[in-house]
């Protein structure tokens, strides 16, 4: 049975990198664009609909299954669900570690699990992780193993993220985690005849980052931004050209994988001019 349905993007998330992706990916399509507060996505729908897209807005709070369940259940009404990009979350400067651990940790990995039952064959997922994942210290191989695979549920039960006091912790633990979850969750994705990689960008400037700028850690920031490979900061709509690229055909070989794009910095923090604030955290995690 044929259906006239457009096919759908979901857009989770709707701050300044999920709109540049789901620009470039939404023409022609059924944009729905969803987050924790309606009127960041009716802003971001009344913007896509003026410029020509199709588009629905709804609230969604990935800090809760039931809330994803509703939205899966939305976009699938509307047509076969051919791209999702989950670009919603919390940085360190901009909630407590629970939240943080809930909304991007939990949230992340539920959302892939849930669309992951629904993706159309040849549609492809996005998950914004952040350079953050890559700045932690080793995790042990069972550690590694048990953010990957661990049921959903039981995640935020897990022994090592108990008793976390700081948000970075908390937020570079979830980053990494996304980027285990999609290696992990792109083999059922395949089963379907779809794809699922993550984008871990450096600094990117939006409100969130502009949160961290002038935040408690806003000085580490400058300083990482001008002695940078790139000597500045990413612009949304560079995540959007890589964004655009792994979800098209053109990128049908690329599954299960993490593209970092951050200037260099995460390169000069291991091994160039930005060492010193490894050396400063003492452990390799606890910095920038
Ligand atoms: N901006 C950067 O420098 C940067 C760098 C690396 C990674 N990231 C990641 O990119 C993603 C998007 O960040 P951004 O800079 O566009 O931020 P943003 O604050 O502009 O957008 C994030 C959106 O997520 C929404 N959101 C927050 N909690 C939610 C929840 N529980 N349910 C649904 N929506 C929720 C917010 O309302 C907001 O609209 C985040 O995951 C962030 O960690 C950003």
Known sequence: MSSDKQDVIVLIGAGSIGQAIARRVGAGRHVVIADLHRENAEAAASMFANAGFTVTATAVDIASRHSIEELVQLVESLGPVYGVVNAAGVSPSQAPVEAILKVDLYGTAVILEEFGKVIARGGSGIVISSQSGHRLGS?????????????????????FLQNITSTLRAYQLSKRCNVLRTAAECVKWGRR???????????????????????????????????????????????????AFLMSERAQFITGSDFLMDGGATASYWYGDLQYLRRQSGQGDNNV
Do not use: F, H, Q, W
């Open 139 to 159: 995790l042990s191989a069972e550690e590694s193993d048990l953010l990957a695979m661990t049921p959903t549920e039981e995640l935020l039960r897990l022994p």
């Open 193 to 243: 005849g779809a794809r699922l990689n993550a984008i871990s960008p450096g600094i990117i400037i939006t409100p969130l980052a502009n949160d961290e700028l002038r935040g408690p850690r806003g000085e580490g920031y400058r300083t990482m931004l001008a002695n940078c490979p790139a000597k500045r900061a990413g612009t949304p709509d560079e995540v959007g050209d890589l964004a």
